[in-house]
């Protein structure tokens, strides 16, 4: 999503076609996300706010991948979470049960309001036996005035001080990507992943045996894609160029 749709809240130039195109080819998509802190829904308003019309079945977060993935380990279960409401309300959906006494996992995800009375009591609960999950492995997430600590970050404080290392289900974990080809009924030979970042996006494609389209208008720059020891399937400008390519074979 960020970096290939939107931009600071701004739709990219061509992301309305993009998602125009997909539609009257009749392909079916899902954008992706690794913030946890937005429902689909939530996050279906805020892309119409940016002139981007997707509907809420097509967004797929790091939220409800972790749900699904706890929901196929031990469903029905108990978590003390450190998140908002787009990962509380995906484990409630799942049936889970969200509390601080003798829960079954710690689950870390995004909030702009991390607590240091939330980080001891989780880093007490993982010393107890809780098995540590966390939404993504992103250290940083960007705001007007910079750079924010985000779930990697946390994760790696409560990491050292327990000694139990997280298990991350978004990206670049193809877990994440897996589980939403579950969703589209889909198959990884007939499927594409469009993403901004060599470091979550292409390599979680790869892993997971799609076509990968790297874009250059979010975080990777041209001369860092030789820096990585994979390379996307092809690179280009931004998915206005997906779009002219689209608008030609529905021609």
């Known amino acids: 999503m960020d970096g290939v749709l939107v931009n600071g809240g701004a739709a990219v130039p061509g992301a309305d076609r993009f998602i125009a195109a997909l539609d009257k080819a009749g392909f079916n998509f ?13 996050l279906a308003s805020r892309l119409a706010d940016s002139g981007l019309s997707i509907p809420p079945e097509a967004l797929w977060t790091s939220a409800l991948a972790t749900a699904r993935f706890l929901d196929s380990q031990r469903p029905n279960g108990r978590a003390f979470v450190i998140g908002e409401a787009g990962l509380t309300s995906a484990l409630h959906d799942i049936g889970y049960v969200l509390t601080d006494r ?36 992103d250290p940083v ?20 001080a327990t ?24 198959h990884s030979v007939t499927t594409a992943m469009v993403g901004d970042r060599m470091d979550t996006d ?15 208008t979010g975080v990777t720059r041209p001369e860092a894609i030789d820096r990585f020891p994979y390379r996307p ?19």
């Open 30 to 42: 899902l954008v992706l996300t690794n913030n946890s802190r937005f429902s689909p829904r939530d």
């Open 102 to 137: 003798d829960p079954d996992y710690v689950v870390l995800g995004e909030t702009r309001s991390y607590s240091f009375e939330a980080i001891t009591k989780a880093i007490r609960l993982v010393d107890r036996g809780a098995r540590f999950i966390a939404t993504n492995p």
């Open 141 to 160: 997430g960007p705001s007007p005035e910079g750079n924010l600590p985000a779930t990697g970050s946390v994760a790696a404080l409560i990491q050292h």
């Open 163 to 186: 000694g139990q290392v997280a298990y991350f289900v978004g990206k670049p974990n193809p877990l994440m990507i897996r589980e939403g080809l579950n969703v589209l009924g889909a």
């Open 202 to 216: 292409v390599v979680a494609g790869i892993e997971a045996g799609l076509e990968t389209i790297l874009v250059l």
């Open 233 to 251: 399937s092809r690179v280009v400008d931004s998915v206005a160029d997906l779009a002219d390519e689209l608008a030609v074979v529905i021609a």
